[in-house]
């Protein structure tokens, strides 16, 4: 009887064992350790600039535009960068929210961890991490292990845009479809920090 209930302990030590596992491996999908961090993914410094070009649906540049993070301040209790004096972008935690100083009003722009699947709603949009890829720019410039979301506009059913963001770097590209048709997006141009 005593033999039948060692086994009978040894065999449901080996399940839970095995079964209470933490994954300590690599996303096979991805090549990429999770959970990744978006801090890591949105550089936030002063003299940091991005300028973007703005694409047409047949992929020709229509005009270009920047964005540098002027200074710091602090809103609400939370420190964080003011953009061209137009945005304030602070991160709370492993979340980087946006700001609009005029109307402060607060938006989710990257929720942390970045694990595949995670998602967030914000601004009448759903957003989702749906991998980590190559994202490829029209000028042949190419951004490795890029994080990609696909953001869904509520009560749009067929509009989608999805964003590509680069460790070290932010955004570096935007499509948006309709349907599946592409009707445009942007392209990181330059970036640059001191």
Known sequence: MKQVFFILFLSI????TICCQKDKSTNPDTKEPNP????DYYPLAIGNSWTYVLLDQSGQILWDFSYKIADTMTIGGNFGYLFSDIMFIYAKGDTIFSLSPSIMERSIVLLGPLVVGQSWTADFYTYELIGFETATLTKGTEYQ?????KKTRTGSPG??????WAKNVGKVKMAEYISGRY????ELESFTHP
Do not use: D, F
């Open 159 to 164: 509009e989608e845009t999805s964003e590509w």
């Open 183 to 186: 009707q445009g997006g942007m």
């Open 145 to 149: 292990n890029c994080a990609k979301i």
């Open 36 to 39: 990744e961090r978006v801090t």
């Open 13 to 16: 030590s080996v399940v839970l």
